[in-house]
């Protein structure tokens, strides 16, 4: 079966015209962006969900991590949380779980209405018992099982190879892997003394992906951990390894993604960015974060909106949500909600900053006028979390104005100004 990449080539596949008749772009350029690699549709066909495109000429898109842990399984729980960012504007699913029952727990998420990615090597290590264990057969065996179950596209640490270990070693960080995908690859180098199987067979890897039509996201399996590793090699050396790996899997018709570059200064995110664009021909760029200060720990989904408003405006495509308990604890509900809603805000301010009028968006311009006209049912259907911002304003009953401004709110009253300076003339 043809790749989506290779059908684009020669027509305009329906799943391409759906997603761009969603985005409001032309299906012909379109899919002339798959082919060229620079927009993937996740769409595995062994399930269908609502399309979602990521890169050129779309919207910034976010996704959102769910998923049970060593200290708390909970499929109830999980499901909650993946329905909630669904309901708060998630556009994927990523089913991070390290606990439990992780085919059920793929199963559920895999029922949701919208793309689903996963991380093989967490399971493969659950099933060997230790990094040590899992070899190549068993790596590309829970691969296998990932792609059969209707995954749609899989973070594959591809570029932690020996090159990139010899970087950390010679030129040492503070935290030197913080990646969890990163970290096992790693140890399974050092421990077996061999290279890295998705590295080493990078080519097998890509016919899988191929057999099944799975985007690969390139993880970042160096990302710097704090801001004083954000000059250190090792994540220099994964940003040229990933530029080819990508090259090669455009070549072998395979949909590919960057992932990038976690914790750096803010002054850094726009350079990174661009970097990491040229060197992967423009390929699609996946952010967690970054996070571009290390001391707010409970508000570090306001510190990843911060610096994922600046990387998108600079071009990356997508965000990863980061919630409130970020580097605390497995995330809740509640920091779900929390923190699709600051994620879904960063995307929608780099969208509107991507080009010189960006911010005469047609949502701006209405919330302006709804605004001037105190007009609280549009302003509610215009926000990007209404039913939030309704019950704030309602907090001290249904006001004509704010109760901050009450009556002496100055858009009531210049608006009333310039009305009576309007009528004396008309008489």
């Excluded at 772009?25 to 002339?32: L, S």
């Excluded at 669904?86 to 793309?115: F, H, I, K, Y």
């Excluded at 199987?197 to 992906?209: K, M, N, T, V």
């Excluded at 047609?362 to 709804?370: D, K, V, W, Y």
Aim: a negative charge; charged letters at 25%.
């Amino acid at each position: 079966m043809p790749s989506l990449i290779h059908e684009c080539l020669t027509g305009i596949p329906s799943i391409v015209d759906a997603m761009a008749r969603i985005e409001g772009i032309n299906p012909r350029m379109a899919a002339r962006s798959v082919a060229r690699g620079r927009l993937v549709i996740p769409s595995n066909p062994a399930r269908t969900h609502r399309p979602c495109g990521i890169g050129e000429g779309c919207r910034v898109k976010v996704n959102v991590n769910v998923g049970t842990s060593g200290e708390r399984c909970d499929l109830a729980l999980e499901e909650a949380k993946a329905r909630a960012a669904l309901e708060n504007g998630a556009d994927t699913l990523m089913d991070l779980s390290t606990g439990g029952d992780l085919p059920a727990m793929r199963r559920m998420v895999l029922s949701m209405d919208a793309p689903v990615g996963t991380v093989p090597i967490y399971e493969a290590i659950r099933r060997a018992g230790s990094a040590a264990e899992v070899d190549a057969d068993l790596l590309f065996s829970v691969i296998r099982d990932h792609c059969r179950d209707g995954v749609d596209f899989l973070t594959l640490h591809c570029g932690v190879n020996r090159e990139a270990l010899s970087a950390l070693r010679s030129d040492p960080r503070i935290m030197p892997v913080v990646s969890r995908g990163g970290a096992f690859h790693v140890a399974m180098m050092v421990q077996r003394g061999e290279e890295n199987p998705l590295f080493a067979e990078y080519e097998y890897l890509l016919e899988i992906l191929t057999e099944y039509g799975v985007v690969a996201s390139l993880g970042d399996g160096m990302r710097p951990g704090c801001l004083q590793d954000a000059d250190r090699h090792a994540k220099t050396v994964e940003y040229l390894t990933l530029g080819r790996l990508a090259s090669r899997a455009l070549d072998a018709g395979v949909q590919r993604m960057i992932e990038g570059p976690g914790h750096i200064p803010l002054e850094q995110v726009g350079y990174n960015v661009q970097v990491i664009k040229e060197l992967s021909n423009d390929a699609p760029l996946y952010l967690l974060g970054p996070l571009v200060t290390d001391i707010a720990p409970g508000y570090d989904h306001l510190v990843s909106a911060i610096g994922g408003a600046v990387a998108a405006m600079h071009g990356a495509d997508f965000l990863c949500m980061v919630s409130p308990s970020e580097h605390l604890a497995l995330p809740d509900v509640s920091d779900i909600v929390e923190g699709t809603r600051t994620a879904k805000i960063a995307a929608h301010i780099g969208d509107i900053s991507r080009t010189r009028e960006g911010y005469k968006h047609p949502r701006e311009i209405q919330m302006a006028n709804a605004r001037r006209q105190l007009d609280w049912e549009s302003q509610f259907s215009l926000a990007l979390s209404g039913d939030h911002a309704r019950s704030i304003h309602l907090r001290d009953g249904d006001l004509e104005t704010c109760s901050m401004c009450g009556d002496l709110c100055a858009v009531k009253m210049v608006r009333e100004v310039f009305e009576k300076e309007m009528g004396e003339k008309r008489e």
